[in-house]
């Protein structure tokens, strides 16, 4: 069984410009999540997906967004990029409405320069 | 919004040692927790996980007991081996209509031989 994909694993990008990041969960999950991790602010809570729907977003300025696909890949993202964007951006997916059991992608290390 | 303490921040051990690793969560309608352990460069793994309706959960040499009066949970590794070293995240979730978890800020373990 598949894992929790998230492409590409890495980007750089330069202040000013988008980046679209994608995530396939594991077949059957229809609750994906994202979440930021950096050394300084550890694992930050991003959105969260169930069906199509963002139920849950986290304090995170207008420029970070996301979406959900009928078949529940998920994509988000970033405009206007800024130094301090540079993260391990996470995916994660569970099986749960409720979100019990989350599964992490493997992460895509964004650095933004 | 909710809010995880977690300590220490570092724990350094013998092999054969046991290790504990303690939260306390702020929102007292959080009513799952998880905890997941990220080694090196890799994703972070679910490896225990307890719901506000039992106090205590164990998995072979893992442990995670909740006190939900005093608003807090620990991790409990006995028999500590060199694998188990990690950095290790405990996050506190109210699995109502949409699902977030709030991370702690890690806790670097080190199994020395």
């Known amino acids: 069984k598949a894992g929790v994909t998230q492409t590409p694993r890495y980007l750089i990008k330069t202040r000013g410009q988008q980046v679209t990041l994608s995530c396939s969960p594991i077949?059957?999950?229809?609750?994906v999540s994202w979440y930021q991790q950096t050394p300084g602010q550890g694992l930050q809570f991003l959105f969260e997906y169930f069906s199509e729907t963002q139920r849950n977003k986290g304090n995170f300025p207008g420029r970070f967004s996301g979406r959900q696909f009928s078949n529940s890949r998920s994509e988000m993202n970033v405009s206007t990029l800024e130094l301090g964007d540079s993260a391990l951006y996470l995916c994660?997916?569970?099986?749960?409405?409720?979100?019990?059991?989350?599964?992490f992608g493997s992460g895509t290390r964004l650095t933004v320069v | 919004g909710e809010n995880v303490e977690q300590h220490p921040s570092t724990l350094s051990v013998q092999e054969g040692d046991s290790a504990v690793i303690k939260c306390t969560y702020s929102d007292s309608a959080s009513n799952y927790f998880p905890w997941y352990k990220q080694e090196l460069g890799k994703r972070p793994q679910l490896i225990i996980d307890i719901r506000s309706n039992v106090g205590e959960k164990k998995d072979q040499r893992i442990a995670v007991t909740l006190n939900k009066t005093a608003k807090h949970f620990s991790l409990h590794i006995t028999e500590t081996q060199p694998e188990d070293s990690a950095v290790y995240f405990c996050a506190a979730s109210y699995t109502g209509t949409a699902s977030k978890l709030t991370f702690g800020t890690g806790t670097r373990l080190q199994v020395t031989l």
């Open positions: 994660a997916s569970s099986l749960s409405r409720a979100g019990y059991g989350y599964t």
């Open positions: 077949s059957g999950h229809r609750s």
